[in-house]
C-alpha cells in the first residue's frame, strides 16, 4: 500500500521568501509523483509531476520539486514567494504504469501555504 | 478543449436520502475518478471507471456506486446517506491508455455535498 506524509500541515512565509513544502511517500516501488494546488472553493490544479527521468521537475508558477529516492521524498520549492501563492497545496502519489494502482492517486493530508506582506 | 465539469456544485440532502453526482470527463478522456474530500482533509479515491467497467475501488462501502457511460461521462451514487458523507466530491478524468502521461489526472470543480 502507498502513503504520502506531508510535513506540517500550516506554512508561513513572507512575500519574497523561499517556499518549502515537504513530502515524504511510503511505497514499495517508486511511484508515479504529484503536486497539486488547490485555491478556495475550487478543484485541484496539478504544478507538476514525476514519472521518470531527471530527478528535478520544474513546473507551472516558478515551482520546482526533486524526486529523491534514498530519501523517499519529494519536496516543493519556490525561490522567491508571491502573494497569489497563497492556497493549499497537496503531494500525491499513483502505481507506475502497468500496475493495478496507475492513476488512482493517494494524497497527503495537505499543507495550507499562507504569504505574508 | 473544455475541461471537466460536474454538476450541481452544491448540494443539500438529509441523513438516509439518496444522491447522484455528475461529471463530464475532458475532451480526449476514457477514464473518470472520484475522490471524496472531507474538509480540512486530502482527497481520498473512491473508484475509478474505465470504458464503462469499475476499475480499482477505495475503502468505501457498497452504498458507494457509480456507472460510466459511451461518452466517458459518469455518476456518482450515495445511498443511505450518511452525516460523514458531507464533503466535496471531486471527478477527475484522464486517458489510461496514454502510459507517458504518468495517469495524469484533470480534476473538475468538485460538488459540495451536505448532509443535515
Known amino acids: 500500500a502507498q502513503s504520502v506524509t506531508q510535513l506540517g500541515s500550516h506554512v508561513s512565509v513572507s512575500e519574497g521568501a523561499l517556499v518549502l513544502l515537504r513530502c515524504n511517500y511510503s511505497?514499495?516501488?517508486?511511484?508515479?509523483l504529484f503536486w497539486y494546488v488547490q485555491y478556495p472553493n475550487q478543484g485541484l490544479q496539478l504544478l507538476l509531476k514525476y514519472t521518470t527521468g531527471a530527478t528535478l521537475v520544474k513546473g507551472i508558477n516558478g515551482f520546482e520539486a526533486e524526486f529523491k529516492k534514498s530519501e523517499t521524498s519529494f519536496h516543493l520549492t519556490k525561490p522567491s514567494a508571491h502573494m497569489s501563492d497563497a492556497a493549499e497545496y497537496f503531494c500525491?502519489?499513483?502505481?507506475?504504469?502497468?500496475?493495478?494502482?496507475?492513476?488512482?492517486?493517494?494524497f497527503g493530508q495537505g499543507t495550507i501555504l499562507t504569504v505574508h506582506p | 478543449e473544455t475541461g471537466v465539469t460536474q454538476s450541481p456544485t452544491h448540494l443539500i440532502k438529509t441523513r438516509g436520502q439518496q444522491v447522484t453526482l455528475r461529471c463530464s470527463s475532458q475532451?480526449?478522456?476514457?477514464?473518470v475518478s472520484w475522490y471524496q474530500q472531507a474538509l480540512g482533509q486530502g482527497p481520498q479515491f473512491i473508484f475509478q471507471y474505465y470504458r464503462e467497467e469499475e476499475n480499482g475501488r477505495g475503502n468505501f462501502p457498497p452504498r458507494f456506486s457509480g456507472l460510466q457511460f459511451p461518452n466517458y461521462s459518469s455518476e456518482l451514487n450515495v445511498n443511505a446517506l450518511e452525516l460523514d458523507d458531507s464533503a466535496l466530491y471531486l471527478c477527475?478524468?484522464?486517458?489510461?491508455?496514454?502510459?507517458?502521461?504518468?495517469?495524469?489526472?484533470?480534476f473538475g470543480p468538485g460538488t459540495r455535498l451536505t448532509v443535515l
Open positions: 475532451s480526449g478522456h476514457n477514464t
Open positions: 500525491a502519489v499513483s502505481g507506475r504504469a502497468g500496475g493495478t494502482s496507475y492513476g488512482k492517486l493517494t
Open positions: 477527475a478524468s484522464s486517458s489510461q491508455t496514454s502510459g507517458l502521461a504518468g495517469g495524469e489526472q484533470f
Open positions: 511505497s514499495s516501488v517508486p511511484p508515479y
